[in-house]
């Protein structure tokens, strides 16, 4: 049986054999959106300090993305992901470097440790054959989720990036080791390919250096310095290392304002899982805590 | 069900299987040859070779006379061999039951395949491109019995498809040789007046076999499309095999690679119709003048990529050369099911398994054993223990987590070996102290704060105890170390803290 109505209810009307049978109804049509003012509430939906910077449509859209959570894997190291915006970027490179301070490595493990926590694959490519495992694991790393290579020199260190990247990886970590490195600088050009292989496949990359080595093809560079060890102990009694505070300086980055300061007080896990009294002991040389110190300085803030 | 057989048939298999192996011969006038020097003859030619008077039959005298130009290959057993075993796994991508009936013929039960295809005719055609993926280009023909399908598919208009309970009309008016080419009782037969199928068909059973006896019998069976067996299914093969006789001897790596390469591809492809990947090749080559050389390469996770296999095996044979020219080679992969992962839509995104295989293979082929994996914890007390496992992450949670929040550790470098440094202590309040220690780049300088000794000892039960005692120092310069004094007394840094 078929009708023919001009309107959609009167069809039911007619077909109704039925009476008191509610008639079917049609989900409403949404109401207009003026593009005026879906901009604005995507712009309300920024932090105030960075909506009052955007200027174009192609800017709001990566910005708002980048609000996102997915679109960030964070180092979980309050001070380091202050100073990246949130943490490392899917799809860019951060390059982590530091020669003479300690805490690089430290940064490294904490940052595959938040990956491997979120259920994310890394992969460390640890040119200097320096993981330990046993370490890696007090940290907090999900061993079955890490591939861990050792190439022998800079050259094999980047080919196996790439290949581990295009494979899907989410975290790609590359420490080069310790000055000086292993084998040849690679050149420029193999960082910026590197660069956008993590781009083009939306994989989060640090590189963690001695020094600068990936030139244009970083998003961000991070460079550690003074690093100051924190012993437990004064006077004539024994000494115990309990960690080192180093500088976190925003180098480089392409959207966000360089020069910003942090400071991150790393410890041994012996001084973690001593009592408070112990850490209470420290002679504290810098005014942080012993704790992760989460205090950030913008370079205007500095005296 | 009434049965239904189709039989793959590879016309001039000799010829086919080598031009598989060699497809740049297709378009040239080749001719396969039998037998040695004088008793050489020709069994199969290519078109070209044909259009010029090659015939199967004659010698390889004759044939060169008639062609100068004439490109002649021996019979290869290797050849045919792995020819046969694609055309079987071709034919085993439409039926599980399959019969292996030898020299390019195969015969496969497909009944109730109607669900699958709209006619037989479409199912043959299927089957002959199937055939064609792995390089041999074979007729089909379909019946209710072993017989009638090969008939059939021996026709030179293929496929042919004979509708069930029609056997003995198709092949009444076809010729006794047709029935079996090396027929004996053809000449009996021929003296009877009997020159068809279908008139031997119409004799009595009982008077065929009193004459002719148990052959007479089979004879008048097969006239009337009857099997005399059933079809007899072959089990899976534990593996897959690749291999060629080579015309002249090869003596370096890379035309051997050339060749090998072609013959990975093939075994690639015949895996990838059962879903199977390797996960151990296995390489014989030949040698000359006598002898062999064997090696085996256990693949870090079962994968079907061919790079990723020659590069293996390339490295494989720069390592040990097998010494003397090659001859010939069978390359054995063996089979394992390929991983398999259940991808999730709103956790993270999961490796695709395949992938992560081949990635792993490139790896390791890149930078060697040992250097690829999952680190593992090891229980004990010396700092620099770990192994290393295969990778196989666990699939990702369905749900994105929250990262956990980091607990702020200072981590370690550990020196893969320790490195040997010469430390001077000082004495002070009746205690020691590390004043200072000496060694390579960075590692030397005074010490401005040193702290220890801790002692670890460890496998004191064993033949070979550790005894040491640890300390940490920094240096003036900065870096905080971790070094330790062995049982001989020597000093050595195995950490920097970082």
């Not at chain 2, 037998?35 to 030619?45: E, F």
Request: hydrophobic residues 40%.
């Amino acid at each position: 049986m078929s009708v023919a109505a001009p309107d959609l209810d009167w069809q039911f009307q007619l077909l109704d054999l039925h009476p008191g049978r509610p008639t079917p109804t049609l989900v409403p049509p949404p109401p207009p959106v003026e593009p005026g003012s879906a901009l604005d509430q995507l712009r309300a939906a920024l932090d105030p300090g960075v909506a009052g910077k955007v200027r174009s449509g192609a800017e709001l859209l990566r910005r708002t993305q980048n609000t996102q959570p997915t679109a960030i894997i964070p180092t979980t190291l309050a001070p380091l992901d202050a100073l990246l915006g949130g943490g490392l970027q899917r799809g860019k490179l951060v390059e982590l470097v530091s020669r003479r301070a300690a805490g690089r490595f430290s940064i490294v493990l904490s940052a595959l440790a938040a990956a491997t926590s979120m259920g994310e694959t890394a992969a460390l490519i640890d040119l200097g054959d320096h993981f330990d495992p046993q370490l890696g694991e007090a940290n907090g790393i999900d061993l079955r989720r890490l591939l861990w290579v050792r190439p022998r020199n800079v050259k094999e260190a980047v080919m196996s990036a790439e290949m581990i990247t295009t494979t899907g990886f989410q975290l790609v970590v590359v420490d080069v080791g310790l000055h000086p490195l292993r084998g040849r600088r690679a050149p420029d050009a193999a960082w910026v390919r590197l660069a956008r292989t993590a781009e083009s496949v939306g994989a989060a990359m640090l590189v963690s250096s001695p020094y600068p080595l990936t030139g244009t093809a970083s998003e961000a560079v991070v460079k550690g310095s003074v690093a100051r060890a924190q012993w437990i102990g004064r006077g004539r009694s024994p000494r115990l290392l309990a960690g080192i505070e180093m500088t976190l300086t925003l180098e480089k980055h392409r959207h966000i304002k360089a020069g910003g300061r942090s400071a991150v007080t790393l410890l041994v896990p012996e001084a973690v899982e001593s009592s408070s009294r112990r850490v209470a002991e420290v002679p504290v040389r810098t005014g942080a805590t012993l704790l992760v110190d989460s205090k950030t300085r913008r370079p205007e803030d500095s005296p | 069900m009434t049965a239904r057989i189709a039989c793959f048939y590879v016309p001039m298999f000799p010829l086919a299987a080598r031009l598989r192996s060699e497809p740049e011969l297709l378009h040239e006038a080749v001719a396969i040859v039998e037998g040695n020097g004088n008793s050489a003859h020709v069994v199969a030619a290519t078109r070209r070779a044909r259009t010029k008077g090659i015939r199967p039959g004659l010698s390889l005298a004759q044939a060169r006379s008639l062609l100068p130009k004439l490109i002649a290959r021996g019979r290869d057993a290797e050849c045919e061999r792995t020819a046969q075993e694609a055309l079987f796994e071709a034919a085993e991508t439409f039926s599980p039951r399959v019969e292996d009936a030898g020299e390019g013929v195969v015969y496969v039960d497909i009944a109730g395949m109607n669900r699958h295809y709209d006619n037989e005719l479409d199912l043959a055609r299927s089957a002959m491109r199937a055939a064609d993926g792995v390089g041999l280009p074979a007729r089909v023909g379909i019946a209710a019995s072993k017989l009638a399908a090969r008939v059939a598919a021996e026709l030179p208009k293929s496929p042919t498809v004979v509708d069930p309970g029609k056997e003995s009309e198709f092949l009444a008016p076809l010729p006794l040789a047709r029935l079996t080419p090396q027929l004996d009782a053809a000449s009996t037969l021929r003296r009877w007046g009997i020159g068809s199928i279908g008139e031997l068909a119409s004799l009595p059973e009982s008077e065929v076999a009193s004459r002719l006896g148990e052959l007479g019998r089979e004879l008048h069976y097969a006239a009337r499309g009857i099997d005399p067996r059933p079809l007899i299914p072959r089990p899976l093969p534990p593996d897959f095999r690749e291999g060629m006789d080579l015309e002249w001897p090869l003596v370096a790596l890379e035309p051997f690679l050339f060749i090998a390469n072609a013959a990975l591809d093939r075994l690639s492809k015949r895996m990838e119709l059962q879903g199977f990947a390797c996960k151990r090749l296995e390489l014989t080559m030949t040698l000359e003048p006598d002898g062999f050389a064997a090696r085996a390469i256990d693949l870090p996770a079962p994968t079907r990529d061919v790079k990723t296999m020659l590069t293996l095996l390339r490295l494989d044979l720069e390592k040990a050369p097998p010494g003397a020219p090659v001859v010939g080679f069978t390359l054995v992969a063996h089979p394992d099911r390929p991983r398999r992962a259940q991808l999730t839509l709103f956790g993270p995104a999961a490796l695709s398994p395949e992938k992560l295989a081949t990635t792993i293979a490139r790896l390791v082929s890149l930078l060697g054993d040992g250097r690829v994996g999952m680190a593992m914890a090891v229980d004990g007390h010396l700092p620099e223990r770990y192994t290393l496992g295969d990778y196989a992450p666990p699939p990702p949670p369905t749900t994105r987590p929250s990262p956990e929040k980091s607990r702020g550790l200072l981590a370690v470098r550990v020196f893969r070996p320790p490195i040997p440094v010469e430390v001077h202590t000082r004495e002070a309040d009746g205690e020691t102290h590390i004043a200072a220690i000496q060694g390579e780049g960075d590692l030397s300088g005074s010490v401005r704060t040193s702290s220890g000794p801790w002692r670890v000892e460890s496998s004191w039960w064993t033949d070979a105890p550790a005894a040491r005692e640890y300390w940490d120092v920094e240096l003036e310069g900065g870096g905080v170390y971790r070094v330790y004094q062995g049982a001989s007394t020597e000093w050595f840094v195995d950490a920097r803290y970082d």
